[in-house]
């Protein structure tokens, strides 16, 4: 039995009974498809496409897809889009809560994909309502039933979000439900500074950056040697690589090497919120890290065949 005011209970074989909740972006995303560059100052003739999207839904969105726990999911949107963004995080198997701001406009990001080989993205983004989660959108009954809370990294870069970060980081440290984080985004990590972020991200348990991120973040140019270092600060890391795969690296030691599966790329977008899901959702039925490292390369090849962040609806 579950102790009051604890964690969920792991099972008999390791895995958690519990749900994962996920917190952070919920966005718009207007997908642009275009092939070579942009032509300034005149027409680029594109494919255009309206999807729900945000780093923190999608992560959630992959880890419901993946099987295993309940998943949850709370963010904060405008009153334009929210009713739209329910539906489509329940058609996946989310459970929503999203908080409605009064002020501003759900976020939404324009996503240029360049439909060449690599299928590489740029974002435009504006964050609207997404990073204004503040510690009055926080109650402590949000981790009842909670194994595990996993933080999108674009809530460190505004105040009110900041503030709302460390208040559940409390609240999830006194009830030891263990905390992951992705760092989200290079450029605005340059923008937050380094130092800020390791003070910021203190107390989790693991860490899910890019190769660049882990490189920024350490300031080291070998992505091995970078999740090494950052495995001595947070418990765990698991640095995703794209189609190089992922590293696992413990206590200051890379301790697996994970290839990528091999995939034809059509939309990287959301590539790395597809692993973290369905690492996260592994990680809760009791696996080891490595092998939960496994089925998030496969989650990652799997969402770049398809356009967008998510995975196909449920059902």
Known sequence: MRAEGAGAEAGDDGSSSGALLVVGDVITDIVARHRGPLAAGTDTVSAIRTLPGGAGANVACWAAHWGGP??????????????????????????????????????????????????ERTFLTDSGAAIRLDPGDWSDALLDGVARLHLSGYLLFSAPSRAFVEVALA???????????????????????????????????????????????TGLPDVEDAAAKLSRQV?????????????????????????????????????????????????????????????????????????????????
């Open 70 to 119: 309940e998943v949850r999911m709370l963010g904060r949107v405008g009153a334009d889009a929210v009713a739209w963004h329910e539906r489509e995080l329940a058609a996946r198997g989310v459970r929503p809560r999203l908080v409605v701001d009064p002020e501003a406009p759900t976020g939404t990001v324009i996503c240029l994909v360049d439909t060449g080989a690599a299928a």
């Open 171 to 217: 609240s999830a440290r006194a009830r030891g439900v263990p905390v992951s984080l992705d760092p989200a985004s290079v450029g605005f990590l340059r923008k937050l500074g380094i130092d800020r972020f390791l003070t910021l991200v203190e107390g989790v348990d693991v860490l899910l950056p890019s190769r660049d991120e882990a490189c920024l973040l």
């Open 235 to 315: 418990p765990l890391v698991v640095a995703k690589q794209g189609a190089d795969g992922a590293l696992v690296a413990r206590g200051g030691t890379v301790t697996a090497r994970l290839p990528a599966v091999p995939a034809t790329p059509v939309d990287t977008t959301g590539a790395g919120d597809a692993f973290t899901g369905a690492f996260l959702a592994t990680l809760l039925t009791g696996a080891e890290p490595e092998d939960a490292a496994r089925e998030g390369c496969r989650a990652g090849a799997k969402s770049i065949e398809r356009v967008g962040g998510r995975p196909p609806a449920s059902g």
